[in-house]
């Protein structure tokens, strides 16, 4: 008996340590696949610039390495005042909407769960849409669009969390459903807000926007952004991954093992309004990503959420780089909006994970 446990204690080990070296080299392929699809995608466009290049040019303008110019000014100019924001701020879009996906999946526990079906996008579209056009959260300054965003995102949130609660207790199928009562209503809201506007430039604008765009990247809107989604969701995400763990089992579980459900999920419904304002105040309102992203990491790395959140940061990040490369060279010189393309690459896959649900009952 003895011997049975120590044997079986020694494979449970060594099934943890086989686990852990399998992600750890995931992480570091990720990683240098998210680093290669930077370069190549700041050397991607109209005017294209070559890879080695473009690493000269950052390297250069980063630490002053090599010493010896060989480029233009112009490609200098693109690569860094241009197209390297612009990536910079698909990485960080694409990683903050994955972990923002991958914290409401645990949070209601059903996995069709994302910022965008839950309508946190539509408040924050709402949000956004009316300091464009009627100067809402002026008094912010230069982040009255992130201020009025985020305080849309949260807004939807509370509404959504009120009325799935108003049934009785809080299930993954209420929230769901009045997560999408909200974003129609809060969709025909900001199609409201751009009828009585009555400006044609500004519909235009917010009517782009609201598909997604990288187009206005600029280095000082990368600071907020970088702040919100690496120095605040993704290490509070990845600190508390084991409490993420426990609320995705259930709310009995969650309570026998001293973790609040109510409170914890009020918290990262703070957390995720707050970022998605942010994410969708800098680049529009961009679908899929939150949903998709999440399951893609959880195939590679397992259910365990201290794993799963750096991991889809990553996926997230290469995949919205992709789809912003797509959007500039498919009609180029004409641009799509990036919303379109994650569409169009996400619908297939949430088919595909419905008939996978219906074939296993869920």
Do not use: K
Not at 238 to 245: I, N, P, S
Not at 274 to 288: K, M, P, T
């Amino acid at each position: 008996m003895v011997g049975t446990a120590l044997m079986s204690g020694r494979t449970e080990l060594l099934g943890v340590a086989a686990q852990r070296r399998r992600t750890a080299l995931w992480l570091l392929a990720l990683t240098a696949a998210l680093t290669v699809t930077g370069v190549v995608a700041v050397g991607t466009g109209a005017i294209g610039i070559a890879p080695l290049t473009v690493a000269r040019i950052i390297g250069h303008q980063l630490v002053g390495w090599p010493g010896e110019v060989t480029w233009t000014l112009p490609e200098q100019a693109i690569v860094w005042q241009v197209r390297l924001p612009r990536v910079l701020l698909g990485m960080l879009v694409g990683a903050g909407l994955a972990v923002c996906g991958v914290a409401l999946q645990a949070m209601v526990r059903n996995v069709l769960a994302d910022p965008y079906l839950l309508g946190i996008n539509s408040g924050a579209s709402s949000g956004a849409a009316a300091a464009i056009l009627f100067g809402a959260g002026a008094g912010f300054g230069q982040y009255a669009l992130s201020t009025s965003a985020f305080l849309g995102a949260l807004a939807a949130s509370l509404l959504v969390f009120v009325i799935a609660r108003s049934g009785g207790r809080v299930t993954s199928i209420r929230l769901l459903l009045a997560g999408v009562a909200v974003g129609y209503a809060l969709y025909a809201t900001t199609s409201f807000l751009i009828f009585a506007s009555g400006s044609a430039e500004g519909s235009r604008s917010v009517m782009f926007w609201l598909l997604g765009s990288l187009g206005l990247a600029r280095w000082n809107a990368l600071l907020l952004v970088a702040a919100i989604v690496v120095g605040v969701t993704m290490a509070y995400l990845t600190v508390l991954g084991r409490r993420l763990d426990v609320l995705a089992i259930g709310d009995e579980t969650a309570q026998t093992l001293g973790v609040s459900p109510d409170r914890f999920r009020m918290r990262l419904l703070v957390l995720v309004s707050l970022s998605v304002g942010v994410l969708v105040s800098a680049a529009g309102s961009i679908g899929f990503v939150g949903l998709v992203v999440p399951h893609l990491a959880r195939r590679i790395v397992g259910a365990p959420h201290v794993r799963v959140v750096p991991v889809a940061a990553l996926l997230g990040a290469i995949l919205l780089v992709w789809a912003d490369v797509l959007a500039r060279v498919l009609l180029a010189p004409q641009e799509i909006p990036i919303g379109i393309i994650t569409s169009l690459l996400g619908a297939p896959f949430l088919v595909v994970l419905i008939r996978r649900l219906h074939a296993t009952g869920a």
